[in-house]
C-alpha cells in the first residue's frame, strides 16, 4: 500500500534536514580560500553543488525506477547517502564538502523519486491526490522537525556529530524500507508493458506538460524563485546573518523553522 512508505521516508527526509540550520557555519569553519573566489561565493558552493546535482539527478530516476522498481531504487539511494553524511564528518575542506554534499543529493534524488513513484504506482485514481498530499505533508513535517532537532543536537554534540547521526538514520530508513516496502515491479502483470516507455514516449510526454500554458507560468513564476530564495535566503544567509548577531545554532534552528 501507498502507506507504507511513510515511516521510512519520513526518517530519510528527517536526516536530510538535521544539517540545514547549521551547514553555512559548518563550512565557514572548514573555509579554505580558492584564489579566484570570493569567501561568500566559495562558502555556496556545497549548497549550490547539493541542488544542482539534486536538479540534474531527479529528471533521470523516473527511468531507473521503471527497469529496478521503487522498493529497489531506495535501497540502492543509501550507498550515496551513508557516503556522503559520513564524509562530511571528516572533511577538511571545500572541495571534499562539495563531493560529500553532490553524493548526498544523489541519494536523496534517488530515495525521493523512487518513493513517490512507489505512492503513485500503489493508489488508486481515487486516492492518488490524497496519497500525493500526504506524501508532500511527510517531508514538510520531517524538515520542520529535523531543522529544530538538528540545531540542538549541533550545539550539544557538535556539527561533526549530527552528520553522523544522519547517517545512522539512513541505514535505518533502509532497514524499515527493505522490510515494509514491496517489489511495486510485482504488481503489474507486464511490466514491460504497463511500466516501461520508450524515449519517444519520454519526450512526448515531456512535451505534453511544457505545452500547458499554466504549468509552465507556474513553474517559471512561482516554484523556481521560491525554490531559489529558499536556497539563497533560509539556508544560506539567515544562518551566517543570525550567527553574527550571537545567536547559537539552536536558537538559528527555531528561527528557520518559523518558514515551514
Known amino acids: 500500500e501507498a502507506s507504507d512508505i511513510r515511516i521510512p521516508l519520513f526518517v530519510l527526509a528527517f536526516a536530510e534536514e538535521l ?31 547539493y541542488l544542482g546535482v539534486l536538479a540534474i539527478a531527479s529528471p533521470f530516476v523516473g527511468s531507473w525506477v521503471e527497469r529496478h522498481g521503487s522498493r529497489r531504487l531506495f535501497l540502492a539511494g543509501l550507498v550515496p547517502s551513508v557516503a556522503g553524511f559520513l564524509g562530511c564528518t571528516v572533511a577538511g575542506s571545500i572541495e571534499e564538502l562539495m563531493l560529500w554534499r553532490g553524493l548526498t543529493a544523489l541519494g536523496y534524488a534517488l530515495i525521493t523519486i523512487g518513493c513517490q513513484d512507489y505512492v503513485i504506482s500503489n493508489s488508486t485514481t481515487t ?39 544522519s547517517a545512522l538514520l539512513v541505514v535505518f530508513a533502509g532497514v524499515l524500507a527493505a522490510g515494509m516496502l514491496t517489489d511495486d515491479r510485482n504488481s503489474f502483470p507486464d511490466a514491460t508493458t504497463s511500466r516501461k516507455t520508450t524515449p519517444t514516449g519520454r519526450l512526448r510526454s515531456a512535451v505534453s506538460v511544457l505545452s500547458n500554458f499554466r504549468f509552465v507560468l ?3 513564476c512561482v516554484a523556481v524563485p521560491t525554490n531559489v530564495l529558499v536556497a539563497a535566503y533560509l539556508w544560506y544567509l539567515a544562518p551566517l546573518y543570525l550567527s553574527d548577531l550571537g545567536a547559537s545554532a539552536s536558537e538559528i534552528a527555531r528561527v528557520i523553522m518559523i518558514y515551514y
Not at 511527510?138 to 561533526?160: E, K, N, Q, V
Request: hydrophobic content about 55%.
Open 19 to 49: 544539517q540545514k540550520s547549521f551547514l553555512p557555519l559548518f563550512i565557514r569553519d572548514i573555509y579554505t580560500p580558492i584564489s579566484w573566489l570570493s569567501e561568500p561565493v566559495v562558502i555556496g558552493l556545497p549548497i549550490i553543488i
Open 127 to 165: 486516492h492518488l491526490n490524497k496519497n500525493l498530499i500526504a506524501f508532500v505533508g511527510i517531508i514538510m513535517s520531517a524538515t520542520m522537525c529535523g531543522t529544530a532537532i538538528g540545531g540542538i543536537l549541533a550545539d550539544w554534540m557538535g556539527y561533526h556529530a549530527v552528520f553522523s547521526i
Open 218 to 220: 507556474f513553474l517559471l
